[in-house]
């Protein structure tokens, strides 16, 4: 039975004035900044001095050796990164998943606890951490690992591996969960069933674990993936130097594309629209990025 | 800004209670003049200075001093300046010299002229004419950076060398100081950060260049006091005479703690060294080392900073007053702050005054006031431009490298190439 004209536009009236303010909210919020970026992008100047310069700012892209450094740092993080920590993440649920283990919960706990902390906080803990004569290198020469300190801050090399321990030690507890949440829907019976037709440990996991948790592995490298192509606050805070020059690490080795925006806006002569232009270039990325995974990863027909 | 709303109440519910009368006297009391700067040893407690003078002949106004570091500064400006929001922005901040520029040009109409108030003509031209823009005058010019080679008497004697030794340096006799140093005492002779740029742009600035001509293009390649300053920097770093510092506060643990025998920078950092009280007569000053380029003398400047109004301020006539009254008329308060905090002033007039001629015994007797006014007098003028922090990252990206075999030229070739595509 379908309501009468007068009565379903009462409803559609009802309905726009519980929905209205959040649309409106967000056309403010949402889609006007973005529609104004992209306008931005196409505008150069000093300042709140703009004029339109039509592609310029993409000319000026592929001529600039800072923006081409902070992107191929960019793309390493998330190429070294993301694997090491899915990985990673996938390894521990699977073992907390195991029944016989003692103190689960505990251990589930702590590993997701990182993941709870602010990320400037805990990149001023890491920073305090690895300074050379921090607590870290104390311990690595006390215990005869290492014979000089390790140049966590002053060296290239080792700003970068600084940075992507950093971000994997906040961020796989809480892929971990993810993996862990999947976990539970996969049907006892298949491992069961595995075991008796004597399928080794090590094949159930590539062969049925793997598989099933296949949507929940694609759905944690995309966003893992989009994280690190906006990755700031460890970039800024953990290695970042507060001098006028304002490198991100030794030679701007952890300079990323969101530290170069940052510093295209303010701390060098503001140029809203080239650090525009800048920012859609992560938004191009992390679109091509995602349709690429989620075409490698699409279910074949047999 | 919380804190001038919380006297606003206040002043709103004393009104309330007492009536009209009440509530015209409590407003005229809620004048607060918000004060952003960085240095609690320098800036911070001369303005707190300023502003105790201040308010003892002006009741009725409250200073607010918001202690930043210099970046954060910056960029809180920046972000206020650029988002148009006056509530976000002080009543008076405190800007660098190589960056004013920056912001008078970027931002028009958001600092407020003080060409009509101030009378200019008794400061140092040149910090009067890097705030001018259009024939307006938009700063209240403070502190001159003027560079000299502070040093540990102790360290340097246990390795052999005299004050006497300390004068009249080139950099390579400075490095060889450094070996022998480290030989004796087992400390470094620096600290040393190689994401900062500072130490390149005071020996550049000695051999009288800077990384812009005089008409602000840019000056990298065939810049022959940039490849001296570059050369300087890669034999510290092979002679490993330094210790890594990573960022400011790190750099100014390595000379407070006494790990280090040398610090080469503004007269500005004086107060910094003078807060470790039991260091006293341990420490000497030199004029700084000098470089084998035409023209380069043994005195330079590193930051030095000027007091900006924001046109936006609501107690923008206080403001005004309160920089006008203390730093352009005050010539005690200058005596004071010069003996307090090392802080020389560009009010011409101050000059004369007996501080200067007073030694210290921080520095073992030394009238270091009347060695930094000499070489205040002897420091090559150079075009800041507007790009400096853009150049500055360009040099601070390759100098890492130049301690791990990269050729100064190399170095050169590679700044030229990013600063050009920065600078626009």
Not at chain 1, 96 to 118: A, Q, Y
Request: glycine share 8%; hydrophobic share 50%; proline share 4%.
């Amino acid at each position: 039975m379908s309501p009468r004209p007068g009565l379903r536009r009462y409803y559609d009236i009802n309905g726009w004035s519980f929905v209205g303010p959040a649309v409106a909210l967000i056309l403010l919020f949402m889609a006007y900044p973005i529609v104004w970026s992209l306008w931005m992008s196409f505008q150069q100047g000093r300042g709140m001095r703009l004029s339109f310069a039509g592609f310029g700012n993409i000319i000026r892209l592929t001529q600039d050796p800072v923006f081409q450094l902070a992107l191929g740092n960019t793309v390493l993080f998330f190429v070294v990164q993301v694997p090491i920590m899915l990985t990673l993440a996938l390894f521990i649920a699977v073992l907390l998943d195991d029944p016989h283990l003692k103190f689960r919960g505990l251990l589930r706990t702590l590993i997701f606890l990182p993941c709870v902390m602010s990320l400037v906080v805990y990149s001023v803990l890491f920073k305090s951490m690895f300074l050379l004569d921090g607590i870290v290198n104390q311990t690595l020469l006390a215990l005869a690992i290492v014979s000089e300190p390790i140049p966590w801050m002053s060296d290239p090399f080792w700003a970068r591996v600084l940075l992507i321990t950093a971000i994997t030690w906040r961020w796989t507890g809480y892929n971990m969960i993810f993996y862990l949440a999947a976990l539970q829907n996969i049907d006892k019976s298949i491992y069961e069933a595995s075991r008796i037709d004597g399928v080794p440990s090590y094949a159930r996991f590539f062969r049925l674990t793997v598989p099933m948790l296949k949507p929940v592995i694609l759905f944690t490298t995309v966003t893992s993936t989009i994280g690190t192509l906006q990755l700031f606050d460890e970039a800024r805070n953990i290695v970042a130097s507060d001098t006028s020059a304002g490198t991100a690490g030794p030679g701007d080795s952890v300079l990323t594309l969101s530290v170069y925006i940052y510093n295209l806006t303010f701390r060098f002569m503001p140029n809203f629209g080239y650090a525009a232009t800048v920012s859609y270039v992560i938004v191009v990325l992390v679109a091509l990025l995602a349709f690429v995974q989620f075409y490698v990863a699409r279910e074949r027909d047999r | 800004m919380q804190s001038r709303d919380r006297i606003r109440l206040k002043s709103a519910l004393g009104a309330a209670a007492f009536g009209a009368a009440l509530f015209a006297a409590g407003l005229a009391q809620a004048k607060t003049i918000t004060v952003w700067c960085w240095d609690p040893n320098f800036n911070v407690a001369i303005m707190k200075e300023a502003g105790a003078r201040y308010t003892k002949a002006h009741p009725d106004v409250t200073i607010e001093i918001v202690d930043f570091s210099k970046p954060d500064v910056e960029q809180k400006l920046q972000a206020g300046l650029a988002s148009g929001v006056a509530e976000a922005l002080p009543d008076i901040v405190l800007i660098e010299d190589y960056g004013a520029q920056k912001y008078l040009q970027s931002f028009p109409g958001s600092f407020a002229p003080l060409s009509g108030t101030v009378d200019y003509s008794g400061f140092a031209p040149y910090k009067v004419e890097l705030m001018t823009l259009d024939g307006e005058v938009y700063g209240m010019p403070f502190d001159s950076g003027v560079t000299g080679l502070f040093y540990r008497k102790d360290y340097i004697e246990a390795a052999g060398y005299t004050a006497a030794d300390m004068q009249n340096l080139t950099w390579d006799k400075f490095i060889e100081i450094g070996k022998a140093v480290e030989a004796k005492t087992g400390k470094k002779m620096l600290g040393y950060d190689t994401s900062d740029a500072g130490l390149t742009r005071i020996i550049m600035q000695s051999a009288g260049q800077w990384y812009f001509d005089k008409e602000g293009g840019l000056a990298i390649e065939g810049n022959a006091a940039l490849k001296a300053a570059l050369d300087v920097q890669k034999k510290i770093q092979e002679a490993g005479i330094y210790k890594p510092a990573t960022g400011w506060n790190d750099w100014v643990a390595k000379f407070t703690s006494g790990d280090v025998a040398a610090v080469v920078t503004g007269v500005w950092i004086t107060g910094t060294i003078k807060a470790q009280a039991e260091q006293s007569g341990k420490w000497g000053v030199a004029p700084i080392p000098t470089v084998d380029v035409p023209g380069a003398v043994a005195a330079s400047n590193l930051g030095g900073s000027s007091w900006y109004v924001l046109a936006s301020s609501d107690v923008k006539d206080e403001a005004i007053d309160l920089l006008d009254t203390v730093y352009a008329k005050d010539v005690d308060f200058y005596q004071t702050i010069l003996q307090d905090r090392g802080a020389v002033g560009s009010l011409l007039a101050a000059r004369t005054g007996a501080a200067y001629d007073t030694p210290d015994a921080f520095f073992g007797g030394e009238k270091i006031w009347q060695s930094f006014s000499k070489w205040l007098g002897e420091i090559p003028a150079v075009n800041y431009g507007i790009f400096t922090n853009e150049v500055d990252a360009a040099v601070a990206v390759q100098l890492p490298k130049l301690g791990k075999g990269e050729s100064v030229d190399a170095a050169i070739e590679a700044i030229a190439a990013q600063a050009k595509v920065q600078v626009q």
